[in-house]
């Protein structure tokens, strides 16, 4: 079994938003608003083309911390804030960090601060946080 201590880095997730992927998850989420697939339909809007559904980041943002902490993890809770919109082509890194390690009777809980950057550097997502529960070593 694995240590976690606080001030750990989550290993971060870097990918590049795609039009496709952005069709896949309005698909699994029946989020089927035109503004984020239609390109027409996003610039009569004044945007310069489909933006990512926000739930889609908190969806990145789980992925992230559960893939570090392992397939025994389990996401107790999360919380996001958006800070920007986000169009596809563009790339983002999840990045996280543990702030605190509780011990329970037969597990871990693990208090992390996560963020979502775009490829230029602005905060897509701030604020946000995850408790990841672990079994004990």
Request: with cysteine.
């Amino acid at each position: 079994m694995r240590e976690f201590r606080p001030g750990e880095a989550i290993a971060p997730l870097e990918l590049e938003i795609s039009l496709p992927m952005m069709v896949a998850y309005a698909g699994a989420t029946w989020d089927w608003h035109r503004y984020h697939y239609d390109l027409q339909f996003a610039r009569e809007m004044g945007l310069p083309a489909p933006f990512v559904d926000g739930q889609m980041l908190g969806g990145l943002l789980a992925r992230t911390v559960l893939r570090w902490a392992g397939p025994e993890a389990m996401l107790r809770r999360l919380w996001l804030r958006y800070r920007a919109l986000l169009f596809p082509g563009e790339t983002i890194t999840c990045t996280g960090v543990v702030e605190e390690v509780r011990r329970q009777e037969s597990s871990l809980l693990l208090l992390c601060r996560l963020e979502v950057r775009a490829g230029d550097g602005r905060a897509v997502v701030d604020q946000a946080g995850a408790e990841v529960e672990v079994p004990a070593p």
